[in-house]
């Protein structure tokens, strides 16, 4: 699906650098083993998030960023390759190193930058090919 999406901008209480999530985006509850996907956002106070039962409203406050680990890029269609798994999507790859724990992304074969943050490779996913990556 292809969209315009609303940027969120969260200050983090504890640094001076912000997280930006987007409609879409993947995120987990602080106190509970919860992960959201975010519908939309309410202000910048509260988001919406996907749920096919009923309308689930979660305090931004509540949310923060989900890890990127080997097993969500298995759940983004992710292949194994040895010890590693990688996404080729377009002409992106990303590869996560299971040696290190690094996820990397790569255009046209050329070192883009590392990602620690499901939402973070969404976002870039979406910018440069203008698509959702997904669970599948």
């Not at 998030?49 to 759940?75: A, S």
């Not at 790859?93 to 590392?114: A, G, H, L, M, Q």
């Amino acid at each position: 699906r292809q969209s315009n999406r609303t940027i969120l901008t969260k200050p983090k209480t504890h640094a001076m650098s912000k997280i930006k999530y987007m409609e879409g985006n993947y995120v987990k509850h602080k106190k509970y083993p919860i992960i959201y996907q975010i519908e939309y956002f309410i202000g910048n106070t509260s988001i919406k998030v996907v749920d096919k039962h009923e309308d689930i409203y979660v305090d931004i406050d509540d949310i923060e960023p989900i890890p990127l680990t080997k097993k969500w890029l298995l759940k983004f269609g992710g292949m194994h390759e040895d010890e590693d798994v990688f996404i080729e999507y377009k002409k992106l790859i990303v590869r996560f190193y299971k040696e290190t724990n690094d996820c990397e992304v790569f255009i046209n074969s050329c070192f883009y930058c590392k990602v620690k943050h499901v939402h973070i490779l969404q976002n870039i996913i979406h910018a440069l090919t203008g698509e959702e990556l997904i669970c599948q």
